[in-house]
């Protein structure tokens, strides 16, 4: 009990291997997958008996099910005799009833062989002048993702058998290439007096072509700045030059350290940008904040720590993982419990002994006064906190004078770490007298805009500019304006 499989070839009977043609003229049963092949017409001529399973593809819309009832019925009349199947092309290249025959006959005491074929590639190639060795993508256009498209390698898409995949097809493809891109339609290559190859900019593709079952699209490799500037993988690549030894001396001076300042600039920018509803401005600021991202990349991996392609895994199984009622069976009807199922996951994530402290799953993805407030909050909630709001502003007082004496004698790093307790001191001061320290910030900011502002209007007023005042006559200047 044993079915071979072969190829017909991409077109005409001289694309035929011998191989096949010997099984197909074998005198076992051939079944073909379909009739609508060039070469159908000389096995009719020379005599070889044949079914199809044309019948089906009426029958059935859905390829998946088609398939399936196709190797149903290959195992079913193996059980009585050898088979031939038959199919387009090769039978490993662009064939999912092959891989779907494979898969059904495992196990069962049919015996599957796939035998020769010749590709409708090795055509193709000749018909474009292109050598694959350079790189190619071979993608079926009934499941074309912008996700697979790589464009600087020589791209093909199969089975693009009408003009309404066609069209799909363009959508697809404009996600990454320009609308004006060339794209070369081929069909029935290889087949002698039937090769149509025509160029068509990728807006007209479904315009301009004519299309059948043997019609591919064919998108040649580009170095073209419009076209890799789109490519996420290009802009890790930059990065990489930059942080080369002949790159820039900026970049290639950052460690994470001296960039913890800017990745918290951009994100209030991209926040801005939201709130402004600027989408144009929105779109900039997201690639200021994702240049952060791959600086720290880069640095990282260059200390041998993890590389993008990590950061990039970390998050996809983050996702996965916290998202089972999407990914898994866990139901969640609405956004409420859509973000409990996210909580219940991560709380499974901590660490146990983390998670029994009082001070467990702070979210410090936000500004660092916010922070210093839970902290204090969560801690004050058992009883460790001030008695008295005077005892805070003496503490304030202190950390002022220890700060003071660092900037005498000390480092840089202890007058970071005094300066750091001056504001958690401050911190508390705003939160025993129930003052919310960001607006107290964003008074003072105001505050001294105004005043600046009308600073300058005086200047302009008689005619001068600041170097025309002394540091005293700019605070007698300073108090005139806090007037």
Request: net charge negative; hydrophobic share 40%.
């Amino acid at each position: 009990m044993r079915i071979d499989v072969v190829g017909l070839g991409p077109g005409s009977a001289e694309g035929i291997p011998r191989g096949a043609w010997t099984l197909l003229a074998s005198g076992k049963r051939v079944v073909l997958r379909t009739q609508v092949h060039p070469c159908v017409l000389d096995l009719e001529k020379h005599g070889i008996p044949f079914t199809s399973f044309d019948t089906l593809y009426e029958q059935i819309d859905q390829f998946e099910e088609l398939y399936n009832a196709m190797a149903e019925k290959l195992l079913a009349m193996a059980e009585m005799e050898d088979v031939v199947y038959a199919v387009p092309g090769h039978p490993l290249v662009a064939e999912q009833s092959v891989q779907t025959l494979v898969a059904r006959a495992a196990g069962t005491s049919v015996e599957v062989h796939v035998g020769p074929g010749h590709s409708f590639l090795d055509e193709l190639w000749t018909e474009l002048h292109v050598d694959p060795i350079e790189g190619f993508l071979l993608l079926d256009a009934t499941a074309l993702v912008d996700g697979c498209l790589q464009p600087r390698l020589h791209t093909v898409v199969a089975q693009v058998f009408s003009k309404e995949v066609a069209s799909d097809v363009k959508l697809t493809l404009m996600a990454v290439y320009p609308d004006d891109y060339p794209v070369t339609v081929v069909t029935a290559a290889g087949v002698p007096d039937l090769t149509e190859k025509v160029v068509v900019p990728l807006y007209e593709l479904d315009v301009e072509a004519s299309f059948d079952h043997l019609t591919t699209v064919y998108l040649p490799p580009t170095a073209r700045t419009d076209v890799l500037l789109r490519d996420p993988a290009y802009a890790v690549e930059l990065m990489a030059r930059l942080r080369a030894p002949d790159g820039c001396p900026w970049d290639r001076a950052q460690t994470h350290e001296s960039l913890l300042p800017y990745a918290l600039e951009e994100a209030y920018e991209v926040m801005d940008a939201v709130l402004r509803d600027d989408m144009a401005n929105l779109e900039s600021e997201l690639g200021d904040l994702l240049m952060q991202v791959l600086l720290h990349a880069q640095i990282a991996a260059e200390a041998g720590d993890f590389d993008f392609r990590d950061v990039a895994a970390t998050l996809s199984q983050k996702l996965i993982r916290r998202h089972p009622h999407v990914f898994g069976e866990v139901p969640a009807g609405n956004a409420e419990e859509a973000l409990s199922r996210w909580n219940e996951v991560k709380r499974t994530e901590g660490d146990t002994a983390e998670d029994e402290s009082l001070l467990a799953n702070l979210k410090v993805g936000r500004p660092a006064y916010e922070v210093a407030e839970e902290i204090q909050t969560r801690a004050a909630s058992v009883g460790f906190d001030w008695q008295r709001a005077e005892d805070v502003l003496e503490k304030v007082k202190e950390e002022i004078n220890e700060f003071a004496q660092e900037c005498q004698s000390g480092s840089s790093d202890s007058r970071m770490d005094e300066f750091g307790d001056i504001l958690f001191s401050l911190v508390n001061v705003a939160r025993w007298y129930h003052i919310s320290f960001h607006q107290a910030l964003h008074r003072a900011n105001v505050k001294f805009e105004t005043r600046f502002l009308k600073m300058e209007q005086e200047m302009r007023e008689v005619g001068k500019t600041w170097g025309d005042y002394s540091p005293e006559s700019l605070n007698e200047l300073w108090k005139s304006a806090k007037l």
